[in-house]
């Protein structure tokens, strides 16, 4: 539905500052986030070469058992708060997963590299059953909204897939789709530059 659609950018908003509180583990990323078999039914006029690729990197990284490195940041400009947490393999940042918390529920958005650019993004969004502080509020009666899956190649958004065909095409003709997420993924990028620390990035 347009509501989630609308949902779904505002949480690149609200997701796009972070301030520094590092953890280090070994950790593997959640190999339940399967990318799906989307390569035969694309309706955005994308080559299947580049689908196939963003594929192949998406199942590289989620092998990954072993990572060097875990460091997070609070991310701090949503009502409820919430942290983004990277991983790093060999040196090399691999994976990006924020969590975005509000007062109507939350998103989930895990952000795969390529060569230091983005290349993959899984979104979900759960709603919750009221607003938090309604007396009727039940965690457990969270539902889960929807799931978006966003494809880029060299900076490009080329394809998308909601699993709400009616939000897949409001994000497909919304213009600020691309931006937004890239822009949210390159203030996490200066984040981690600026040693998980938001100062002077988005405060």
């Known amino acids: 539905m347009k509501q989630l659609a609308i949902c779904s950018l505002a949480a690149v908003l609200a997701l796009s500052a972070c301030q520094g509180n590092k953890n280090s583990g070994n950790t593997a990323s959640d190999?339940?986030?399967v990318a799906d078999t989307v390569g035969?039914?694309?309706?955005?006029?994308a080559s299947t070469?580049?689908?196939l690729l963003v594929r192949e990197n998406f199942e590289r990284i989620n092998a990954?058992?072993?990572w060097d490195k875990?460091?997070?940041?609070?991310v701090h400009e949503?009502?409820?708060?919430?942290?983004?947490?990277?991983y790093f393999k060999n040196n090399k940042l691999e994976l990006i997963k924020a969590r975005n918390y509000g007062e109507g529920g939350y998103s989930l958005q895990d952000m795969y590299l390529k060569d230091d650019k983005l290349s993959f993004v899984f979104e979900q969004q759960y709603n919750y059953n009221t607003h938090i502080i309604d007396p009727?509020?039940?965690?457990?009666k969270t539902k889960k909204a929807g799931e978006v899956r966003y494809?880029?190649?060299n900076d490009k958004l080329f394809n998308i897939i909601a699993t709400d065909k009616e939000n897949e095409k409001f994000l497909k003709e919304d213009p600020r789709t691309d931006t937004l997420m890239l822009h949210l993924f390159n203030q996490l990028i200066k984040v981690k530059n600026n040693g998980f620390d938001p100062k002077g990035i988005s405060e």
Request: a negative charge; charged letters at 20%; hydrophobic letters at 30%.
């Open 70 to 74: 875990i460091d997070s940041a609070q």
């Open 78 to 86: 949503s009502t409820e708060g919430g942290v983004a947490t990277y």
């Open 31 to 33: 190999s339940s986030l």
């Open 151 to 153: 494809y880029f190649m």
């Open 64 to 66: 990954i058992k072993d």
């Open 136 to 140: 009727n509020f039940d965690m457990d």
């Open 40 to 45: 035969n039914n694309n309706p955005i006029a």
């Open 49 to 51: 070469d580049s689908t």
